[in-house]
Every structure is written in C-alpha cells, then in structure tokens.
C-alpha cells in the first residue's frame, strides 16, 4: 500500500472528579497539529476553570514507527508526569488490510505504550480516533476497495483504534465517531479543509471538545469557548461530544482506570463490619460519621451511641477521587453497662495470646470474625485482667465480644 503525504437507610451517591490541571504529551503528525488542536484543548479548558499543560510531536505523515525510534519522543516519554499520552498514527495506515496494520501499526503502538506504561503506570495510553477521507482513499481504492468510501474508510480507522486500545489496555479519544455523528447530524457544516483529508476550524474543534471531554471527564457544555465560531455551529459540536463521548465514557474505555467507590455493610447492633465493593482503589479513607475515620480497606466500628450516622467511603487512585455515602441507623445499643469502662487489649495484631486488661470481672468472652461466626477459645484471669488463646485462629480480622448481666461490648483485634 502507498501513503499519501497529509442505597437498612441508603442514601449513596457517587463523585468522580478530575483534577483540574492535566499533563498531556500529543504524539502524532498534521492531524493533530492542523489549526493547532492541543491550543485549543487548552483554551477550551481554560474557560470552563481548567488547566491542560502539554507537549506535541507532530511531524507530518508520522507514523508511530517512526516515533517509536525518535530519540526526542522517547525522552519525552521518560519524564514520567504525564496524565495522557496521545498516540496517533499516520492517517491511512488504521485503514490498511489487516495484515499490513498487523505488521505496520500494531507493534510499534505496543511499543509506545509498554514505553509509557513502564515510566509511569497512571499515565493513560490515549489513542487517537481520526477519521475517514471526505470521500474516502482515492490512491488506494483500487487496490483495496474498502477504502473508497468515507464510510468505508471510516469504520476500518475505528476498528483498528479500538483494537489498538483494548490490546494495550488504553482509552479511545474518539473523535472520528464525533465526527460521524456531526456528518450524520449537520451535514450543513464541514468537518473538512480544502484538502478532504485534514480538519477545518469546525473539525478541529471538534477535535477538540472531544479531548477536552476525555482528559476531564466534563461535559462539554462546561465550556463556553467557541474560537469565533457561530453559536449553532458551537452547539452542535456540544451535542455530538456530549452524546458520542461524554454520556458514552465506558465504550471508549474512558472508566478503565477511574476510581469506583462503593460498599455494603453487616450491622450487629452497633458493631458494623463493613465491606469494599470499589474498584481501582489505592487508598481509602472511611469517615463514620461520628467524629472517628479508618484507612484499611474493610473497617469494623462500633458506635457509642444510638443515632443516625453517614458513612462516607473516599477513595483515591493516581490522582483521581471518587466517594460514595450511606445512612446507618443505630437503634439497638449493647455498652450500657459498661460506659466509662476502660478496656485495653494488646498486643494488636497478635499471634498467639492477648491481654485484655480490666478490672471487671465478665461472665462470658468470645471471639467473632467478620461474617459474624464465632470461635471457641480459652481464656484465663490474670493480675491485670484475662488472657485470651487465640493461636488457633486463622490470620485476618475479627472481634473480642465480652458479656457481663446481658450486656456485651466487642472490641477489634486481628490476628497475624
């Protein structure tokens, strides 16, 4: 092939938020450096609060081979701070038969990204949709007729971006689907310069808006900046990212690395042992709503007194946040007599023995785990108070509960 030069009581809500200044490195050629893309990702960015710092390499008709073996992208790479790293390759070749992607696309974009991934696992391997010719590959359709259409151009760019993207565990700025949407949609504005191959200022805002939407996961309508576009024309780029991408994130793997909160919990009167249901998660940070937090993944916590509590799970990975809340109502409550009572149990962790130092003489102990199941083990007085057996247990979490006139109160300890 040739180419051409060109939620008991719920109450649960999710956030996720990005953080508002993102580093991006654009690797690529005239699609991305026509009307200057990148500035006006920042400009459309700018105006809705944001921030975008960036790099380009964007020689024209660079392939991702070439750039694979370009000192300066390399080093570039190696930095390390970036938040995205856009790979796009040269604008014909996603079109090719698929042994000729199979040999001229996909080995280097497997490069590029083990290059990224291994200078820094939190950058997002971003591959760039582009787009069919206007009215398809004119020098290759006789040779390889699927090209000779927009339509058909189009979808054989869409597959392999896709392909390049779910082999390399990256996300998709999709914009040459934005662009079908707007063809489709309001065919009265040209996506096309003179040349039928690069963006006009109507396509490259497009463009645009399409990466603004994928690095901040905003609306699109968040912005205002339209780079003297005509409102109508503004508005109807908003619609089709708004419609293609932002409504649309997990189809172009947009949620892949995004920070999912989420929990349920088991109640026992007003012990709660509760349980992580997120995904990506680095961190944690549980606020129980009683002036008392945790940073381990699945938290026991007793509550003190009868009430209603919001226990709001915050968790974190590579820079991205996301949080999620649920209401718990505390009727039931076991501490009577023992309020004001001051246990110590130690050492915790433990392997084999703990101390639990009182000076009230209980009438029963017993050892719980986390699904509520109990174990029987030994315990002896001692001077201080009582000495608990517990090298039989297996190794994880669970609680002391101790008993005196009906009244019980249970205590977290885990076992090494």
């Known amino acids: 092939m040739k180419l051409t030069t060109i939620l008991f009581f719920l109450l649960c809500s999710i956030v996720l938020w990005s953080q508002k200044t993102k580093k991006v490195f654009f ?21 809705s609060g944001d921030q975008l ?24 790479i190696d930095i390390g701070d970036w938040n995205y790293v856009v790979l796009q390759e040269q604008s014909q070749l996603p079109s090719f038969p698929t042994p000729d992607v199979n040999n001229l696309v996909a080995p280097y974009a497997a490069t590029l990204s083990k290059q990224i ?10 591959f760039y949709m582009t787009w069919g010719r206007k009215y398809g590959d004119a020098g290759n359709c006789p040779t390889w007729p699927p090209v000779c259409t927009y339509l058909g151009m189009d979808d054989l760019i869409s597959n392999t971006y896709k392909n390049l993207a779910n082999n390399n565990k990256g996300i998709i700025s999709p914009v040459g689907a934005v662009w079908r949407y707007l063809i489709n949609n309001y065919p009265a504005y040209d996506l096309y310069s003179s040349d ?18 994928v690095f901040f996961k905003r609306d699109p309508y968040a912005s205002t900046f339209a780079n003297s576009l005509p409102a109508p024309a503004l508005a ?15 189809a172009w793997n947009l949620l892949n690395q995004m920070p999912i909160a989420d929990f349920d919990y088991n109640a026992t009167d007003e012990t709660i042992s509760f349980l992580d249901f997120s995904t990506n998660a680095d961190t944690y940070e549980w606020d129980f709503g009683d002036g008392t937090t945790d940073n381990t993944a699945t938290p026991v916590h007793t509550y003190t007194k009868k009430g209603t509590y919001t226990v709001t799970l915050t968790i974190t990975k590579c ?19 023992f309020a004001g009572t001051q246990l110590l149990l130690y050492p915790n962790p433990a392997s ?3 101390n639990l130092n009182t000076e009230i003489d209980f009438e029963n102990i017993t050892v719980f785990d986390i699904m509520g199941r109990s174990y029987k083990t030994d315990f002896q007085e001692n001077t201080s108070g009582y000495l608990i057996d517990i090298q039989n247990l297996a190794t994880g979490i669970y609680f002391l509960q101790i008993e005196k006139s009906g009244n019980t109160s249970q205590i977290k300890f885990i076992k090494n």
């Open 319 to 337: 820079g991205e946040s996301s949080k999620t809340s649920k209401t718990i109502q505390i009727e039931n409550l076991s501490l009577n007599s």
């Open 352 to 354: 084999t023995n703990l």
């Open 117 to 126: 991934k291994n200078s820094n696992p939190c950058t997002e391997v971003t």
């Open 27 to 47: 690797i690529g050629n005239s699609y991305t450096a026509t009307e200057n893309i990148p500035d006006l990702i920042e400009k459309i960015a700018k105006d």
């Open 53 to 76: 710092i960036y790099e380009a390499h964007t020689p024209g008709g660079a392939t991702l081979k070439q750039h694979s073996e370009n000192t300066y992208v390399k080093n570039t």
């Open 236 to 250: 109807a780029i908003q619609e089709a990212v708004k419609t293609v991408v932002y409504n649309n994130m997990k």
């Open 196 to 213: 039928e191959s690069h963006p006009s200022q109507f396509g490259a805002m497009a463009s645009a808006y399409t990466f603004y939407t």
